[in-house]
């Protein structure tokens, strides 16, 4: 109990700004694209199904297993999961089954969130009722969801509409 006030007490000391600091820096990579400001690369026009987004959620799935990944747009692979993995496999009666679907759907939901990625793009065409539909819905209903938001563009001077931004609070 005491350990635990001290480490609480600490986080707090850490997470207080200095007195007449009026900027803070924030060296979180990703936080341009949590704030929809960040760039997002388009591609050539005519490529189906297009290169805009900032993470793609991929489903492989071969004769025995199914792994997902979620790529970002310039750095690669940011989480993966796969029921060829031992810890997953122990648990599956088989790895491609409907039961291999739903539960590594749970599990990366699990580890999407502990990562702080949310929002996701998709593009599986998934079959009424099928292995990826349940995939899909699993995800869903664990908190993730499949579409990302549009990139915040500059607000022109003639522009009709501006956009409400998300980092300003207007109550």
Known sequence: MASSRKVFHKIQELNKCAEGVKHLVNRNPRNLERLRVAY????YH???PGRSYWHKLELT???KYVSAKLNHFQNGTVVESSTSEWAIK???????DMA????????FATRCMEAGLTEMRCDLQPKPNGKVDKFLETLTSCGIK???PERLKPARPWDMERPEKPWEVTE
């Open 40 to 43: 997002k690369t388009d591609g």
């Open 46 to 48: 005519l490529e189906k």
């Open 61 to 63: 799935a071969s004769n």
């Open 90 to 96: 122990q648990h599956l009666f088989k790895g491609n």
């Open 100 to 107: 291999a679907y739903v539960n590594l759907a749970k599990i």
């Open 146 to 148: 499949l579409e990302e």
